[in-house]
């Protein structure tokens, strides 16, 4: 065994996860004696000076005076036999970084570049993921399960498998189990149980937990991923699904199951009113067209949607009542915008949001919604991402549809149905002439917005919608 | 050791002076028979006219002292195996061992204890190697030393709830007809002052008292049930929660290793006569946190800790044996030089302390299986075997 000791941050308490370095009460060079206090750490419970584990040499302290260490990570190195002349060549390979050792032993993968400035060495082990919420490193080196570097030894192995589609979303059993390079499947029991019910095969997922484990969202999510994700040889595979009575049961959970609950909630509890006006977006299309033609936004990608929010957002400031929340006794009207954008994606309905999108240029505002709209996507909105929106736009016009009566979200007022934009006969200057036209829904909560203001922010963004130089110029 | 049957005691008058020096502290009634200084009181009486006195060997004293050393110094061993990661958790009984050494040395070997966590000094008096609750602090087992062959029961957890064991488990004595005379049995059961605002206690009082069972309710009131002091669990001293129960309460210094064995062993020798149930609050002072994740900073301060570090039992009974001769430097020395080795070997074999294999969680939840025991164990081991180059 090494003569250089590597002493990492216990689990002080009962489940913390990390603590805070007070005060080094020794320093590089000093001979220390076996439980010889060496460290104060403050922790979410208590702040508790470490006595030495070992005693020796103190070698190298990994973290200064302030800093925040993860559990599992390793704080201090001590050389345990310091009469024993230089170090050897050998065992300084792993210092004064911590060893690869020591970071197996917390099964954490060391994210490379991560270089602390001011450290002894400096570099800092990627401690984001510490798992180890147990009681202290362990003696021997700890047996190497896959890792979150594992992972992508799994899409690596994709070829394999049927479908190339991204692999968090297909249900479809894959048969050559062995396409997972790194060994077992890692799930905990009741996932794999939850699993099992589903009918999910967990050697086709790949996790977004820990390591790379599979978690209950993700069977979840392969559960009720629709059919797009299987071969497009549609009718057999439907067929498969339904039984001697020809109907399907299908499980309510995950994003069905929150759908469903908030759809519920909302319809109920809010009453809710339609409203519907169609506009001529001729000028508006072709604003977009010049608008793509211009250098500095000729990467940005201009949707009819960016116009339909920056209307929105123009609206909500001329009539800041409809961006508002009905509490029980109150009414709290918001002075920011967040801005959910309804998403159709492999896991279901979302509504992620841009943050107070009232703030950002147009620019940033089409910057936010591409990144919105890939993020969701991918599968890889947040739970932050998709909370505190304050209104909403749906836009179901990509469905081909001329448009709809949306539901509220639970806490918003106001959602906007953005429907298909189509080459009408319209009467345009006096003449019926093929023109650019849409349908906008607005719904609204009646307890707030009375007919009066709901029909007056519909006109606003109509208006909006049919010049927008013009109102850009009369409203700003 | 102190098979002298030191624990004399005789009914006195109730007339009898009390300690002059707990009264002149302004403190209820305190038993006591060594003060913080180290001055012997030849013997002190209790509320109910009971006269305490301890009549020990030089050996016996020495033997003492060794005791409250070395399971002061186990204790810290375990605390700093905590802290470097060893073990999950600890409570420390740092200030507590005169109370714990002291009760647990009036026992018998037919005596039975029940108790809490926190009980390391009287596991060590009853001859249970300190090894065996670090494997459940540890998490590498449940602590696995047999009730019935050390007369120890397992650690509980649960506030209080050993009080409700330990009345049963009296009740049972005294219908076997183990009462009743001088090798009868008792039992204890140790709690806090928390505990004593736990209905699991006070219902242990009530069956008890009417059952006139033979058992020593012993209470360390440490002063704090976790961070809450103890003006918040009661308004009168706690040793007189047991008249209202029917029964003798007695407090007695518990930072004093003499007076905590001579009230021990008299309460003891009380139930094993079927004279029934008594209650002592040992009146003492936890000196360390509640356990490893406590910071005891944040509800109590500086000065309230010195002034107990002041009562410690070690350094008066150390101040005795020096006074009285009974002891010299080359015996502390060699207790200390001892207690480290023990420690040194404590750690040691608490690192060397093998992983259980997951799979025996399934050993000992029924002697004699049950078949879907069996199947669970059968899964649980087909599960464990699907890792890829797994050991387990």
Same mark, same amino acid.
């Given at each position: 065994?090494?003569?250089?000791?590597?002493?990492?941050?216990?689990?002080?308490? +009962?489940?913390?996860?990390?603590?805070?370095?007070?005060? =080094?009460?020794?320093?590089?060079?000093?001979?220390?004696?076996?439980?010889?206090?060496? @460290?104060? @750490?403050?922790?979410?419970?208590?702040?508790?000076?470490?006595?030495?584990? =070992?005693?020796?040499? @103190?070698?190298?302290?990994?973290?200064? +005076?302030?800093?925040?260490?993860?559990?599992?990570?390793?704080?201090?190195?001590?050389?345990?036999?310091?009469?024993?002349?230089?170090?050897?060549?050998?065992?300084?390979?792993?210092?004064?970084?911590?060893?690869?050792?020591?970071?197996?032993?917390?099964?954490?993968?060391?994210?490379?570049?991560?270089?602390?400035?001011?450290?002894?060495?400096?570099?800092?082990?990627?401690?984001?993921?510490?798992?180890?919420?147990?009681?202290?490193?362990?003696?021997?080196?700890?047996?190497?399960?896959?890792?979150?570097?594992? @992972?992508?030894?799994?899409? !690596?192995?994709?070829p394999v498998q049927a479908a190339p589609v991204p692999a968090p979303v297909s249900p479809a059993p894959v048969v050559n189990g062995t396409g997972r390079a790194g060994g077992p499947v890692l799930a905990k029991p009741?996932?794999?149980?939850?699993?099992?019910?589903?009918?999910?095969?967990?050697?086709?997922?790949?996790?977004?937990?820990?390591?790379?484990?599979?978690?209950?969202?993700?069977?979840?999510?392969?559960?009720?991923?629709?059919?797009?994700?299987?071969?497009? *040889?549609?009718?057999?595979?439907?067929?498969?699904?339904?039984?001697?009575?020809?109907?399907?049961?299908?499980?309510?959970?995950?994003?069905?199951?929150?759908?469903?609950?908030?759809?519920?909630?909302?319809?109920?509890?809010?009453?809710?009113? *339609?409203?519907?006006?169609?506009?001529?977006?001729?000028?508006?299309?072709?604003?977009?067209?010049?608008?793509?033609?211009?250098?500095?936004?000729?990467?940005?990608?201009?949707?009819?949607?960016?116009?339909?929010?920056?209307?929105?957002?123009?609206?909500?400031?001329?009539? &800041?009542?409809?961006?508002?929340?009905? !509490?029980?006794?109150?009414?709290?009207?918001?002075?920011?915008?967040?801005?959910?954008?309804?998403?159709?994606? +492999?896991?279901?309905?979302?509504?992620?949001?841009?943050?107070?999108?009232?703030?950002?240029?147009?620019?940033?505002? !089409?910057?936010?919604?591409? !990144?919105?709209?890939? *993020?969701?996507?991918?599968?890889?909105?947040?739970?932050?991402?998709?909370?505190?929106?304050?209104?909403?736009?749906?836009?179901?016009?990509?469905?081909?549809?001329?448009?709809?009566? &949306?539901?509220?979200?639970?806490?918003?007022?106001?959602?906007?149905?953005?429907?298909?934009?189509?080459?009408?006969?319209?009467?345009?200057?006096?003449?019926?002439?093929?023109?650019?036209?849409?349908?906008?829904?607005?719904?609204?909560?009646?307890?707030?917005?009375?007919?009066?203001?709901?029909?007056?922010?519909?006109?606003?963004?109509?208006?909006?919608?049919?010049?927008?130089?013009?109102?850009?110029?009369? =409203?700003? | 050791?102190?098979?002298?049957?030191?624990?004399?005691?005789?009914?006195?008058?109730?007339?009898?002076?009390?300690?002059?020096?707990?009264?002149?502290?302004?403190?209820?009634?305190?038993?006591?028979?060594?003060?913080?200084?180290?001055?012997?009181?030849?013997?002190?009486?209790?509320?109910?006219?009971? #006269?305490?006195?301890?009549?020990?060997?030089?050996?016996?004293?020495?033997?003492?002292?060794?005791?409250?050393?070395?399971?002061?110094?186990l204790d810290a061993e375990a605390t700093a195996l905590q802290r470097q990661g060893e073990l999950g958790l600890w409570a420390s009984l740092l200030g507590q061992e005169a109370a714990q050494v002291g009760s647990g040395?009036?026992?018998?070997?037919?005596?039975?204890? %029940?108790?809490?966590?926190?009980?390391?000094?009287?596991?060590?008096?009853?001859?249970?190697?300190?090894?065996?609750?670090?494997?459940?602090?540890?998490?590498?087992?449940?602590?696995?030393?047999?009730?019935?062959? %050390?007369? %120890?029961?397992?650690?509980?957890?649960?506030?209080?709830?050993?009080?409700?064991?330990?009345?049963?488990?009296?009740?049972?004595?005294?219908?076997?007809?183990?009462?009743?005379?001088?090798?009868?049995?008792?039992?204890?059961?140790?709690?806090?002052?928390?505990?004593?605002?736990?209905?699991?206690?006070?219902?242990?009082?009530?069956?008890?008292?009417? %059952?006139?069972?033979?058992?020593?309710?012993?209470?360390?009131?440490?002063?704090?049930?976790?961070? $809450?002091?103890?003006?918040?669990?009661?308004?009168?001293?706690?040793?007189?929660?047991?008249?209202?129960?029917?029964?003798?309460?007695?407090?007695?210094?518990?930072?004093?290793?003499?007076?905590?064995?001579?009230?021990?062993?008299?309460?003891?020798?009380?139930?094993?006569?079927?004279?029934?149930?008594?209650?002592?609050?040992?009146?003492?002072?936890?000196?360390?946190?509640?356990?490893?994740?406590?910071?005891?900073?944040?509800?109590?301060?500086?000065?309230?800790?010195?002034?107990?570090?002041?009562?410690?039992?070690?350094?008066?009974?150390?101040?005795?044996?020096?006074?009285?001769?009974?002891?010299?430097?080359?015996?502390?020395?060699?207790?200390?030089?001892?207690?480290?080795? $023990?420690?040194?070997?404590?750690?040691?074999?608490?690192?060397?302390?093998?992983?259980? #294999?997951?799979?025996?969680?399934?050993?000992?939840?029924?002697?004699?299986?049950?078949?879907?025991?069996?199947?669970?164990?059968?899964?649980?081991?087909?599960?464990?075997?699907?890792? #890829?180059?797994?050991?387990?």
């Amino acid at each position: 065994m090494s003569r250089i000791k590597e002493f990492n941050l216990p689990d002080l308490g +009962e489940g913390l996860t990390e603590g805070e370095i007070l005060a =080094w009460l020794v320093k590089v060079g000093d001979v220390i004696e076996l439980n010889q206090p060496i @460290v104060e @750490v403050e922790t979410a419970k208590a702040a508790v000076e470490i006595p030495a584990k =070992w005693a020796g040499q @103190v070698q190298a302290i990994f973290h200064p +005076e302030g800093a925040t260490v993860e559990v599992g990570t390793p704080i201090i190195a001590i050389d345990t036999d310091p009469g024993a002349g230089p170090i050897e060549e050998s065992t300084t390979a792993g210092l004064p970084t911590p060893s690869a050792a020591s970071l197996a032993a917390v099964e954490i993968a060391p994210e490379e570049g991560m270089v602390e400035p001011g450290l002894i060495g400096g570099a800092a082990p990627g401690g984001r993921t510490a798992v180890l919420v147990g009681y202290g490193p362990r003696n021997a080196p700890a047996k190497r399960r896959p890792r979150k570097g594992v @992972v992508p030894t799994q899409a !690596a192995a994709a070829p394999v498998q049927a479908a190339p589609v991204p692999a968090p979303v297909s249900p479809a059993p894959v048969v050559n189990g062995t396409g997972r390079a790194g060994g077992p499947v890692l799930a905990k029991p009741p996932v794999r149980k939850l699993a099992k019910d589903l009918g999910v095969d967990l050697a086709a997922l790949a996790g977004s937990g820990p390591l790379g484990s599979i978690t209950r969202e993700d069977v979840q999510r392969a559960a009720s991923a629709p059919a797009a994700a299987e071969p497009l *040889t549609v009718a057999a595979p439907a067929a498969a699904n339904f039984g001697a009575d020809r109907e399907q049961r299908i499980p309510v959970k995950g994003v069905r199951k929150l759908t469903a609950e908030n759809m519920s909630r909302s319809a109920f509890t809010a009453p809710h009113v *339609t409203e519907f006006l169609t506009v001529d977006v001729t000028r508006a299309m072709k604003a977009l067209d010049r608008l793509r033609e211009r250098r500095e936004w000729r990467d940005v990608r201009v949707s009819p949607l960016l116009l339909v929010a920056k209307a929105v957002l123009l609206a909500v400031k001329r009539h &800041p009542m409809v961006n508002s929340t009905w !509490a029980g006794d109150e009414i709290v009207v918001k002075d920011y915008v967040n801005l959910g954008i309804a998403a159709a994606t +492999e896991r279901g309905l979302i509504v992620p949001n841009i943050k107070d999108a009232g703030r950002l240029s147009l620019r940033e505002l !089409a910057d936010a919604l591409t !990144a919105l709209v890939q *993020t969701a996507k991918a599968g890889r909105t947040s739970p932050a991402d998709m909370s505190g929106g304050t209104l909403t736009i749906t836009n179901v016009g990509v469905f081909g549809v001329d448009t709809g009566t &949306p539901i509220l979200p639970p806490g918003e007022s106001a959602i906007l149905a953005f429907g298909a934009v189509r080459e009408l006969p319209w009467v345009h200057k006096g003449k019926v002439k093929p023109r650019l036209v849409t349908t906008l829904g607005l719904s609204f909560d009646h307890r707030i917005i009375d007919g009066e203001l709901g029909s007056k922010f519909l006109r606003d963004i109509g208006d909006f919608l049919a010049d927008p130089e013009a109102a850009l110029l009369a =409203w700003t | 050791m102190a098979k002298g049957d030191p624990g004399v005691t005789s009914r006195g008058r109730r007339a009898a002076p009390r300690s002059k020096r707990a009264a002149a502290a302004g403190e209820p009634e305190l038993v006591q028979l060594l003060t913080p200084d180290g001055e012997r009181i030849e013997s002190a009486l209790g509320p109910d006219g009971t #006269e305490y006195r301890v009549d020990f060997t030089d050996e016996e004293y020495r033997g003492l002292y060794r005791d409250l050393v070395l399971v002061r110094k186990l204790d810290a061993e375990a605390t700093a195996l905590q802290r470097q990661g060893e073990l999950g958790l600890w409570a420390s009984l740092l200030g507590q061992e005169a109370a714990q050494v002291g009760s647990g040395r009036a026992l018998r070997t037919q005596d039975m204890a %029940f108790p809490t966590y926190r009980e390391h000094g009287v596991l060590y008096c009853r001859g249970i190697d300190p090894i065996m609750p670090l494997g459940l602090f540890r998490g590498v087992d449940q602590g696995g030393w047999d009730p019935n062959e %050390f007369k %120890f029961n397992m650690y509980t957890i649960v506030i209080g709830a050993q009080t409700l064991h330990a009345t049963g488990y009296a009740m049972g004595v005294a219908m076997d007809g183990k009462t009743g005379s001088d090798d009868g049995e008792a039992v204890i059961a140790y709690f806090g002052d928390g505990a004593t605002s736990q209905g699991d206690v006070n219902e242990a009082f009530v069956w008890a008292s009417v %059952f006139n069972a033979p058992l020593v309710f012993f209470c360390q009131n440490n002063q704090y049930a976790i961070s $809450e002091p103890l003006e918040r669990q009661t308004r009168v001293p706690l040793y007189r929660r047991a008249g209202g129960f029917g029964f003798p309460g007695v407090r007695v210094d518990g930072n004093d290793v003499l007076a905590s064995y001579a009230v021990t062993r008299h309460a003891l020798d009380t139930a094993r006569h079927g004279q029934g149930p008594s209650l002592i609050e040992a009146y003492t002072y936890r000196m360390g946190a509640h356990t490893t994740s406590d910071d005891p900073t944040r509800y109590r301060i500086a000065s309230e800790v010195e002034a107990w570090r002041a009562k410690d039992p070690i350094a008066r009974m150390k101040a005795f044996l020096t006074k009285q001769q009974i002891a010299d430097e080359s015996f502390f020395t060699e207790i200390d030089e001892q207690a480290k080795a $023990e420690s040194v070997h404590l750690r040691e074999r608490v690192l060397a302390m093998p992983n259980p #294999e997951p799979v025996t969680m399934f050993d000992h939840v029924y002697p004699n299986g049950s078949p879907e025991l069996d199947e669970q164990r059968a899964q649980f081991t087909k599960y464990m075997e699907s890792f #890829e180059g797994s050991a387990h």
